[in-house]
């Protein structure tokens, strides 16, 4: 009798305690994802770590720890974890739009395109993977390739305002200021209340000697975008 006892509860341990630990590390990972809501970075980066020591294999663990390091600004810290989020599962567009996000901030911008367009390819309808691997080719001084990418954009979503400011940027690079006036234009009619268009509106009248108008412009942009601190220096 004893020993059919002792055979009982060695079952009933090897059954349940798997199971609890399962059920563990879950409630583990749904706390981590709301203190990660909560920008409760330390305390995410604390429970992940608990949970990659015993489960490393969980790639959202990798994933939320590598979010509260880039929040953190630690993106070495967090370009190792994605990269061990996305070795684990590469078909999650969420976990390549955030190494590529990393990336811009590591000024990684060839490596950061290649991310948004493997994420373009796995979310193609998503309009903020299309811009940002625009704004990693801009960076590149690839401004071709640029203006497919908002061209393409602009056909899809046509009142997108910062497709419109970056392709103004593209022209001013470019030295094109007619070009440029023309895009900024365009995209102070869809956002009158850009800040950032204001802004470019204001570099564009420096360019062309236009002082009043540069002085208006740089009030605008200062108007609705005051912490922006290049529009109070130029």
């Known amino acids: 009798m004893y020993k059919r006892l002792l ?29 990660l809501d909560n920008k409760d970075y330390v305390v995410v980066i604390q429970y992940c770590n608990n949970i990659i020591s015993n489960r490393p294999y969980l790639y ?29 599962n590469p078909y999650v567009h969420e976990l390549l739009r955030e190494r590529a996000n990393n990336r811009m901030n590591l000024r990684l911008f060839s490596q950061a395109d290649q991310d948004y367009g493997k994420a373009i390819e796995l979310s193609p309808d998503n309009k903020e993977y299309w811009f940002n691997r625009a704004l990693a080719r801009f960076y590149q001084h690839n401004i071709k390739q ?17 497709a419109y400011a970056l392709m103004t940027e593209t022209y001013l690079s470019a030295n094109d200021t007619l070009q440029a006036r023309k895009w900024v234009e365009k995209t102070l ?13 204001g570099r564009l009248n420096l360019r062309q000697n236009n002082w009043k108008r540069a002085e ?19």
């Open 7 to 35: 055979i009982l509860f060695a079952f009933i341990f090897i059954v349940c305690i798997p199971g609890y630990s399962q059920y563990n590390t879950e409630r583990l990972l749904d706390v981590s994802a709301t203190a």
């Open 60 to 88: 959202k663990a990798w994933f939320y720890r590598g979010i509260a390091k880039q929040s953190l600004g630690d993106y070495t810290g967090a370009e190792d974890d994605f990269n061990h989020a996305i070795k684990l």
């Open 146 to 162: 640029t203006r497919q990418d908002l061209y393409y954009i602009l056909k899809r979503w046509p009142s997108l305002p910062n």
């Open 189 to 201: 009619k869809i956002n009158p209340y850009d800040g950032n268009s204001w802004s470019i509106l």
């Open 216 to 234: 208006q412009a740089f009030s605008q942009a200062i108007h609705y975008t005051p912490n922006v601190v290049n529009n109070y220096t130029y």
